[in-house]
């Protein structure tokens, strides 16, 4: 039977005994609720945020998974229904409560993991506060959504794929990788053509613009010719990317 990293399907008495064991280090993914396309489920964030979440917990050997801080900025999304945003204020205090959360239980190492774009001003208002506050927990976390990006060009020209296509929002990217773990999810007879050209103003911008204007059907690439073989690489390459950082220290700030 798969070991267990989950804290929400796990009791109280196996989180302590887990710790015990030597898992000290827990994921928090940083999630959102909000419109991808016409073709994907409003919660892609989130269930992508756990699987490379668990995926990255077993990967280190010795970390489990927070319940996901599953509803995000996600502002700009608004004009189409389904989409659930908090403020970036409310967010940060979220962050640092369930943050506060774990400390308590002894944790020496907190990994907060976006899953979306529109989440890092929140965690950078957050993270600070919460390493002063411990100095005796490294607090680990990405700063900005264009590093991501810029990380997984070399893959990218390696397959041969376009950029502009894979895209950043409900494209081949995030589609192939929810076909690669949740593919009951994802409608491909409904994927088309988003928006291709210049997004940057979208996670650049304080107040992003409403994403009816960006484009229409939601999309920020392009969601054909997505596939779950693609998804397994890109998942892959995330999750090593992570470990690689995590151990290298690249993310305490």
Known sequence: MPEEVLIERMTWTDVRD????????????????EQHGPHMAIGTDTYLGYEISVR????????????????????????????????????A?????????LVSHGFTDIVLLSSHGGN?????????????????????????FESGMRRRQALL????????????????????????????LVDMERAVEGFTGDA?????S???????????????GDARGSTAELG???????????VRALRAGELLG
């Not at 887990?18 to 609720?33: C, D, E, N, S």
């Not at 077993?58 to 995000?72: C, E, R, W």
């Not at 205090?93 to 959360?101: F, H, M, N, P």
């Not at 397994?232 to 992570?242: I, K, N, P, Q």
Request: hydrophobic share 45%.
């Open 232 to 242: 397994e690489r890109l998942l892959a390459h995330e999750v090593a990317e992570w």
């Open 206 to 220: 304080k107040v992003p613009p409403p994403m009816t204007e960006t484009s229409p059907t939601g999309i920020l």
């Open 18 to 33: 887990a710790m015990a064991a030597g898992k000290r280090t827990v994921i928090v993914p940083v999630a959102a609720m």
């Open 157 to 184: 020209r390696e397959l041969d794929l376009d950029p502009a296509r894979v895209g950043v929002h409900a494209g081949q990217g995030e589609t192939s990788m929810m076909l690669a773990c949740h593919p009951d």
């Open 56 to 91: 990255l917990a077993k990967a280190l050997g010795d970390g489990l998974v927070a319940p996901a801080i599953g509803i995000g900025y996600s502002v700009g999304h608004l004009p189409m229904p389904g989409t659930v945003s908090i403020s970036e204020e409310t967010l």
């Open 93 to 101: 205090i979220v962050i640092r409560e369930v943050v506060d959360s």
């Open 200 to 204: 940057s103003i979208r996670w650049r």
């Open 120 to 144: 890092y001003g929140a965690l950078n208002a957050a993270v600070p506060g919460l390493r002063e506050a411990y100095p005796q927990v490294r607090v680990h976390s990405r700063t900005d």
